[in-house]
């Protein structure tokens, strides 16, 4: 699992860089654009590249938001789990990464526990935690 720097007050801010280039283009289109009704025709191709480069940096953003938020659900959801089934064990979560917490929702209560300790004693890849699941626990609203 890779490790993150810790969090402190000096660097936990967010900075959405490529939210900041989406609205930079989103601007500058809508400039070229009011250059265009104004009669500038020539401003009208860098107006759709620049609509086009905004509608897909902001299609990026939103899908790694997305995901994001999801797998924060999922953690939740795993804790809880984790919580009602083995409270001593809620703690050795934190050292599974991510796309194995993901793989290990899909295990049903009776063998949730023990595929995490097989996870985390041979560091088992998602692919692999999903294969050793004998009773799965369907998600159908995963985005």
Same mark, same amino acid.
């Given at each position: 699992?890779?490790? $993150?720097?810790?969090?402190?007050?000096?660097?936990?801010?967010?900075?959405?860089?490529?939210?900041?280039?989406?609205?930079? =283009? +989103?601007?500058?289109?809508? %400039?070229?654009?009011? !250059?265009?009704?104004? !009669?500038?025709?020539?401003?009208?191709? #860098?107006?759709?590249? @620049?609509? !086009?480069?905004? =509608? %897909?940096?902001?299609? !990026?953003?939103? $899908?790694?938001?997305?995901? $994001?938020?999801?797998?924060?659900?999922?953690?939740?959801?795993? $804790? /809880?789990?984790?919580?009602?089934?083995?409270? +001593?064990?809620?703690?050795?979560?934190?050292? @599974?990464? /991510?796309?194995?917490?993901?793989?290990?929702? %899909?295990? +049903? &209560?009776?063998?949730?526990?023990?595929?995490?300790?097989?996870?985390?004693?041979?560091?088992? +890849? &998602?692919?692999?935690?999903?294969?050793?699941?004998?009773?799965?626990? #369907?998600?159908?609203?995963?985005?």
């Amino acid at each position: 699992m890779a490790t $993150r720097p810790v969090q402190t007050y000096a660097n936990h801010g967010h900075q959405p860089t490529m939210a900041l280039v989406a609205t930079a =283009a +989103s601007v500058a289109a809508l %400039f070229c654009a009011i !250059g265009v009704l104004l !009669g500038k025709a020539s401003l009208l191709a #860098p107006t759709l590249v @620049l609509l !086009g480069i905004a =509608a %897909f940096v902001l299609s !990026g953003i939103a $899908r790694v938001y997305i995901v $994001r938020l999801q797998d924060r659900i999922i953690r939740t959801e795993m $804790r /809880m789990r984790l919580a009602a089934l083995a409270p +001593s064990r809620a703690a050795d979560l934190e050292r @599974l990464s /991510m796309p194995q917490i993901v793989a290990l929702r %899909f295990a +049903s &209560n009776a063998e949730l526990v023990a595929l995490m300790d097989r996870a985390l004693a041979e560091n088992l +890849s &998602n692919a692999q935690i999903k294969q050793a699941i004998k009773e799965w626990v #369907p998600d159908y609203h995963r985005t």
